[in-house]
């Protein structure tokens, strides 16, 4: 009862608008990655020789199975672009200073983004592979066992059947966790109340559920369906990369490795540093930097016209960076790359004063 209450008590300011909405479109959107996910593994071969003909046999002789698997593969990215929109909206709102709902939120990030690379090495394209092969040689800089541990992780000296089993199995249990972090972070913001539009804590006129905010949810959620499902009907593989319609081949290499669209800022900040080691330190410290941001002396209140200025310079950045990953390791993109990463690390320390 104790546990019903707290959860139809809100406490949501009652002057939100839409942009609150991304908390009921996320679970909208994690219910519909974990019932297309369960289905479409019922005929998934994690193998190195049926995985990819596993997908081909599920979109052809599968009634529909082509667009349960472009469901699947879409409400990846819209999960990662949600999140990020969720996470600009509390970072322009300044609510990072509740420090659990805001390390929750961080968490759930990291894993969706770990689940959705792990889904895009499953259908064993070439680009897949090559990519997974990149990603995964960052853990070799580990001091002391980093490459005992790549090894241990690939089941092998490449990537082979050993590995797919494993990321299949990880793609199913990071999910899972991700769900027990959602609770917490649910429980935590139920406890530490939402933000408003006046970059400060309310403690009154807020409104607790309602058929009003139900009604703005399920609007929501429909209007999400409606440019996801004409997306997929216009461009159904508008994300996908044209070397991933070949199967992995360890022989071949694509002319140019690009993760998906999500990984493009670690890989332009991994390119950016020419020692491996150091690309990797500074790909640690690009990803765990924003967890600075619940720092206890950030501030609610800041002037509008800063405020919005660094987070324009902030989004910026982001686009710049994720341009310069896409693009070849070579000049003028690597000399940009290290400028703009360099701007982002000291963005991000400047939203902590």
Known sequence: MAMGRMLGRTGTPITCNFMWNGGSLLGFLFLMQSISGLVLSMRYSPTFELAY???????????????????????AS?????????IGRALYYRVVRRAKVWNT?????????????????????????????????????????GSK?????????????????????????????????????????HAEGSSTLFFEKVAQDTS???????????????????????????????????????????????????????????????RSV????????????AVFSPWLLSAPRLSYMAAPKKKAMQFLFLVFLIINLSICGMRPPSEPYLMACRVLVLMYMLIVLNFTK
């Open 105 to 145: 939120g961080f968490f759930i990030y990291g894993l969706s983004a770990m689940a959705a690379f792990l889904g895009y090495v499953l259908p064993w394209g070439n680009m897949s592979y090559w990519a997974a092969t990149v990603i995964t040689n960052v853990l070799g800089c580990i001091p002391g066992m």
């Open 53 to 75: 003909g596993s997908i081909i046999n599920w979109s052809n002789m599968v009634d529909y199975g082509w667009l349960l698997r472009l469901t699947h593969v879409g409400g």
């Open 208 to 270: 607790n559920l309602s058929m009003e905010s139900l009604s703005r949810d399920i609007m929501g959620c429909m209007m999400v369906v409606m440019v996801f499902m004409g997306l997929l009907s216009l461009h159904a593989d508008w994300l996908s990369h044209v070397e991933n319609f070949e199967p992995a081949n360890p022989i071949i290499t694509p002319p140019h490795i690009t993760p998906d669209w999500y990984f493009l800022i670690p890989y332009a900040v991994l």
């Open 149 to 189: 541990f790549v090894i241990w992780l690939w089941g092998g000296e490449c990537l082979n059947s050993a590995t797919l089993g494993r990321f299949f199995t990880l793609h199913f249990l990071i999910p899972l966790l991700a769900w027990i972090i959602v609770f917490f972070h649910l429980m935590s913001l």
């Open 274 to 285: 020419p020692h491996r080691e150091g690309g990797a330190l500074a790909l640690v410290l």
């Open 78 to 86: 819209m999960v990662i672009a949600m999140l990020t929109l969720h």
